[in-house]
Nanobody
Framework: QVQLVESGGGLVQAGGSLRLSCAASGRTFSSYAIGWFRQAPGKEREFLGG????????YYADSVKGRFTISRDNAKNTVHLQMNSLKPDDTAVYYC??????????WGQGTQVTVSS
């Protein structure tokens, strides 16, 4: 089992950047692929991208490709989501999730990101 805690959210102006972190507990962190999601008020949860267990592979949704970057440090049990060129439409609660196989089994509590115009 793994527990996840997101941090780094906040208020930023359009065009700005934020770096979110996802800190994990447990000795088996490197066994999990990690995904990032977001959910805006009144909208469905959106998958943003993910990173493989080793960090060697990343993949992104078209909506954030080229603006967001996911990285991980297995020695520190941490995954980061670097967000650049933020837009007001990026306003949402951002979540990280961990999974051993196809599905994501463990979720963090989320961190709010607000982008002002």
């Amino acid at each position: 089992q793994v527990q996840l805690v997101e941090s780094g959210g906040g208020l930023v102006q359009a065009g700005g950047s934020l770096r979110l972190s996802c800190a994990a507990s447990g000795r088996t962190f490197s066994s999990y692929a990690i995904g990032w999601f977001r959910q805006a008020p009144g909208k469905e949860r959106e998958f943003l991208g993910g990173i493989s267990r080793s960090g060697g592979s990343t993949y992104y949704a078209d909506s954030v490709k080229g603006r967001f970057t996911i990285s991980r440090d297995n020695a520190k049990n941490t995954v980061h989501l670097q967000m650049n060129s933020l837009k007001p439409d990026d306003t949402a609660v951002y979540y990280c999730a961990a999974g051993l196989a196809v599905e994501y089994d463990y979720w963090g509590q989320g961190t709010q990101v607000t982008v002002s115009s």
